[in-house]
């Protein structure tokens, strides 16, 4: 259960920060339930949050979560918000994230040190690729790109 997102807000707001709204358990639990009611209640009550950078979606999608869960999902928080963009991050591991153009707007790239190829160096053109399909690809600071509220 989420406590009071708005007070974290507010105080990231007074700090003069800008912070990832981590939906990441929550479309989970709704890819299994069905119900996106939680999500959808959060992204309408703080979607013009002056602290609110974005959505991140979910983290590391895998078989369980096809790319169409992840982009009904993306769907509906793009229903009620248009303007924020949609954060997803995938392992560095190209063929994760190939598909992923239709569920976010900023695909974040974890880059482990055990698999982590340089994608901007050893493979250009998945970066050309990504870049166009008019989303931009970055890599993820590890827990500092969500805030989460759980």
Same mark, same amino acid.
């Given at each position: 259960?989420?406590?009071? /997102?708005?007070?974290?807000?507010?105080?990231?707001?007074?700090?003069?920060?800008?912070?990832?709204?981590?939906?990441?358990?929550?479309?989970?639990?709704?890819?299994?339930?069905?119900?996106?009611?939680?999500?959808?209640?959060?992204?309408?009550?703080?979607?013009?949050? /002056?602290?609110?950078?974005?959505?991140? #979606?979910?983290?590391? /999608?895998?078989?369980?979560?096809?790319?169409?869960?992840?982009?009904?999902?993306?769907?509906?928080?793009?229903?009620?918000?248009?303007?924020?963009?949609?954060?997803?991050?995938?392992?560095?591991?190209?063929?994760?994230?190939?598909?992923?153009?239709?569920?976010?707007?900023? #695909?974040?790239?974890?880059?482990?040190?055990?698999?982590? /190829?340089?994608?901007?160096?050893?493979?250009?053109?998945?970066?050309?690729?990504?870049?166009? #399909?008019?989303?931009?690809?970055?890599?993820?600071?590890?827990?500092?790109?969500?805030?989460?509220?759980?």
């Amino acid at each position: 259960m989420y406590q009071d /997102p708005g007070a974290w807000l507010d105080k990231a707001a007074g700090a003069g920060l800008k912070i990832l709204f981590d939906l990441d358990s929550l479309t989970r639990q709704a890819f299994a339930s069905g119900d996106y009611s939680q999500i959808e209640g959060l992204v309408a009550n703080y979607k013009d949050h /002056p602290a609110l950078a974005g959505w991140y #979606l979910i983290d590391e /999608p895998l078989a369980s979560n096809t790319h169409a869960n992840v982009a009904a999902a993306y769907q509906r928080v793009k229903a009620i918000d248009a303007s924020n963009k949609v954060y997803v991050t995938h392992t560095s591991d190209p063929t994760a994230w190939v598909n992923a153009g239709p569920y976010t707007d900023v #695909l974040m790239i974890d880059r482990y040190p055990i698999y982590a /190829p340089d994608y901007h160096e050893s493979r250009p053109w998945e970066a050309a690729t990504w870049s166009r #399909l008019g989303r931009a690809l970055v890599d993820q600071s590890s827990t500092l790109t969500a805030f989460q509220f759980v």
